[in-house]
């Protein structure tokens, strides 16, 4: 869970290739299924460090389902 507070538990999960349209609104519903483990919780210092290790994230999992 990336994070700038360690007192936050939450679980956030980052939809790949959806773009809403004009006006449309995300999918109120949505399921997903846990796959590979990425890495470690960790505690950032700034938002640009979590921007930053999002960008490696989203790298690392489009490798992963490209692989399979």
């Keep these: 869970i990336p994070s700038l507070d360690s007192d936050i538990k939450a679980l956030e999960i980052y939809i790949l290739d959806y773009s809403p349209k004009e006006g449309e609104r995300a999918p109120f ?4 299924e846990l796959g590979e483990f990425l890495r470690p919780i960790k505690e950032y210092q700034s938002l640009e460090n979590l921007r930053v290790q999002i960008g490696r994230d989203v790298k690392a999992v489009e490798k992963m389902l490209s692989v399979g």
């Design 29 to 32: 519903e949505i399921s997903f």
